[in-house]
């Protein structure tokens, strides 16, 4: 068991977490120069891409349940790692979402009832989107991530490109989703900002797992079947880097 690669996940999950929910919780509507929805976006895409070239050679920096499922569903990682790269990654998200809290709460402006860029649906959702509504997007907005990611990294993909085509799908998946769900279409992520939250947000989290977790099933399984090779595999890691 490498420990190694447990700690790289972690260490990027954090970033993701952090630097992505940090993005919406300190700079999205800051006075004057608020970032808005697109900065968000570019921000969730930039901690992927910025990680993947970092960690990529260690972990595959997956940083999300749900690229882990998707990925052993298509063939590309093993099952036995599936568990302790969950973990990890729940692990990163959760320290990241203590960090930004810390940081956040040192402001008078700050207050959890905010949302702390937690995700939701419904009356909890940004746009108002009704359970069916986020429950698809979420869905859809994650296979389609799969694809990218399986694609990006497959052998005869172009070589060193994988985590700027992965970073910004990230990216352009939140443009879609942040007025729907604050976009999640990863349940580490959404795990750690529900705890600190608390009620609606935990109450409201299975979905964040469950969406996600089928969508990267559905999109690791679809890319297998439509790849004229089902795997492109280093000692049972992606051969490049994958979200």
């Avoid at 969730?44 to 070239?53: C, I, Q, S």
């Avoid at 999300?64 to 590309?76: D, F, S």
């Avoid at 859809?140 to 994988?162: D, S």
């Amino acid at each position: 068991m490498d420990f190694r690669k447990y700690c790289a996940e972690a260490v990027g999950t954090f970033w993701l977490t952090f630097a992505g929910c940090g993005s919406a919780v300190i700079a999205a509507a800051f006075p004057q120069v608020g970032i808005g929805l697109l900065g968000v976006a570019l921000a969730f895409g930039l901690t992927v891409l910025t990680m993947a070239y970092s960690i990529g050679h260690i972990s595959g920096c997956h940083l999300n349940p749900a690229v882990t499922l998707g990925l052993a569903a298509g063939g590309r990682f093993p099952a036995k790692d599936i568990l302790p790269y969950i973990v990890a990654q729940v692990i990163g998200a959760i320290v990241a979402s203590a960090v930004l809290y810390l940081i956040a709460s040192g402001s008078a402006e700050f207050s959890l009832a905010k949302g702390f860029a937690a995700n939701g649906y419904g009356e909890h959702s940004p746009g108002g989107y009704s359970l069916m509504s986020c429950l698809l997007a979420e869905v859809v907005l994650t296979m389609m991530f799969l694809f990218i990611i399986m694609g990006a990294t497959h052998g005869k993909a172009p070589v060193g490109f994988a985590p700027i085509a992965i970073g910004l799908g990230l990216t352009l998946i939140h443009l879609v989703g942040i007025p729907i769900t604050n976009t999640s279409v990863n349940p580490a992520r959404s795990t750690g900002p529900a705890l600190f939250v608390g009620g609606w947000a935990l109450g409201q989290l299975w979905l964040f797992w469950v969406a996600p977790l089928l969508g990267g099933v559905l999109g690791g399984l679809f890319y297998r079947w439509i790849s004229e090779e089902p795997a492109a595999m280093v000692t049972g890691m992606p051969k490049a880097p994958a979200h």
